[in-house]
């Protein structure tokens, strides 16, 4: 299919100002909700975790049940890579004063001065879940892995995702309690347990779009814009690989792929040409937190190596 570089430029340009507000409103609704039941924010204003992202973030606490908390807008809005207006504001819900750990071999938690606490991440959801209810009322679903706020004409939809701080002390080798890798800890209602890293995306997203004159995350907006109309085309390898996931496939590009040309339609021909050229190099690749492999089995390879190819096979540019 030919694109033009008045279509992809429509591709490539990040999602209004509005957008920003609407992040910023998701975590209000949170906010009030948890004071509901007892959270302050001790009068502190909800700010962006970095200036140039969506990403805002507040920190709570409730003193009666010796909680701190962190909430800060993830994923697709906080990176400013959406392409679908309609899509929800994810918000994590992260319990900090009680946390998962990982450790070196042979050191426990009497090393740091931890010690085991009654509270635990699905006591946590059910509490986050009854604020949400008491405040929202019928418009709140809850989820497998989240808690949904259906919005309406006033409020946006939004998916909360209480979860524990998850702090990986693998490398630190001097029994520090604040040298770790903070990740966030999620336990679904069917039993899974994820880790996963938001932080990182956001920053190595952030510093990436800097170093290639911001044609990082507009070469993410084309190529998750170029997932959906290949779905619409029928393209299977396009259901078998997530918008995350392009987004990351792409931050493990060099910097020079991207900024080799200014043109929108030179720009991401060279994208789509130097995956073909080195999809070998998948099994290698990380995920954009740069920590988790974006690969995990060699299914997953076949399935982006599958949809590079039908990539590269399916864009064309009108000279």
């Known amino acids: 299919m030919k694109f033009s570089e008045e279509k992809l430029r429509l591709f490539a340009a990040p999602l209004s100002e509005t957008e920003d507000q609407k992040c910023k409103n998701a975590i209000g609704m949170v906010r009030d909700a948890l004071k509901d039941i007892g959270f302050t924010d001790d009068g502190k204003t909800i700010e962006k975790l970095y200036a140039d992202t969506y990403s805002y973030s507040l920190e709570m606490r409730n003193a009666t049940k010796n909680r701190k908390v962190k909430l800060f807008v993830k994923g697709s809005?906080?990176?400013?890579?959406?392409?679908?207006?309609?899509?929800?504001?994810?918000?994590?819900?992260?319990?900090?004063?009680?946390?998962?750990?990982?450790?070196?071999?042979?050191?426990?938690?009497?090393?740091?001065?931890?010690?085991?606490?009654?509270?635990?991440?699905?006591?946590?959801?059910?509490?986050?879940?009854?604020?949400?209810?008491?405040?929202?009322?019928?418009?709140?679903?809850?989820?497998?892995?989240?808690?949904?706020?259906?919005?309406?004409?006033?409020?946006?939809?939004?998916?909360?995702?209480?979860?524990?701080?998850?702090r990986d002390y693998s490398n630190d080798y001097n029994s520090d309690p604040n040298?770790?890798?903070?990740?966030?800890?999620?336990?679904?209602?069917?039993?899974?347990?994820?880790?996963?890293?938001?932080?990182?995306?956001?920053?190595?997203?952030?510093?990436?779009?800097?170093?290639?004159?911001?044609?990082?995350?507009?070469?993410?907006?084309?190529?998750?814009?170029?997932?959906?109309?290949?779905?619409?085309?029928?393209?299977?390898?396009?259901?078998?690989?997530?918008?995350?996931?392009?987004?990351?496939?792409?931050?493990?590009?060099?910097?020079?792929?991207?900024?080799?040309?200014?043109?929108?339609r030179y720009a991401f021909g060279e994208i789509t040409e130097y995956l073909w050229k080195n999809s070998h190099m998948l099994p290698f690749y990380k995920e954009a937190n740069g920590i988790k492999p974006l690969c995990e089995s060699t299914i997953d390879v076949e399935k982006y190596t599958r949809f590079i190819k039908d990539l590269y096979n399916f864009y064309e540019y009108d000279i």
């Not at 426990?108 to 879940?129: I, L």
């Not at 800890?185 to 990182?200: A, C, H, K, L, V």
């Open 77 to 166: 809005y906080a990176n400013n890579t959406n392409v679908r207006t309609e899509s929800d504001v994810d918000i994590a819900v992260v319990l900090e004063s009680t946390f998962k750990v990982k450790y070196r071999p042979n050191i426990n938690d009497a090393k740091y001065g931890f010690s085991n606490s009654t509270d635990n991440v699905m006591t946590f959801k059910d509490d986050v879940e009854d604020a949400l209810r008491k405040k929202f009322g019928s418009d709140v679903e809850r989820k497998n892995k989240s808690i949904k706020i259906h919005g309406n004409t006033y409020r946006v939809d939004a998916d909360a995702v209480p979860c524990m701080r998850h």
């Open 179 to 264: 040298n770790f890798i903070g990740g966030i800890f999620i336990r679904s209602d069917d039993g899974q347990t994820i880790i996963n890293y938001p932080e990182q995306h956001i920053r190595n997203g952030r510093e990436k779009n800097n170093q290639t004159n911001t044609y990082y995350k507009k070469m993410v907006r084309i190529i998750k814009k170029m997932r959906y109309i290949m779905q619409d085309e029928n393209y299977e390898s396009a259901n078998n690989v997530s918008s995350f996931g392009l987004e990351s496939l792409l931050w493990n590009l060099p910097n020079g792929v991207f900024t080799k040309y200014t043109i929108y």
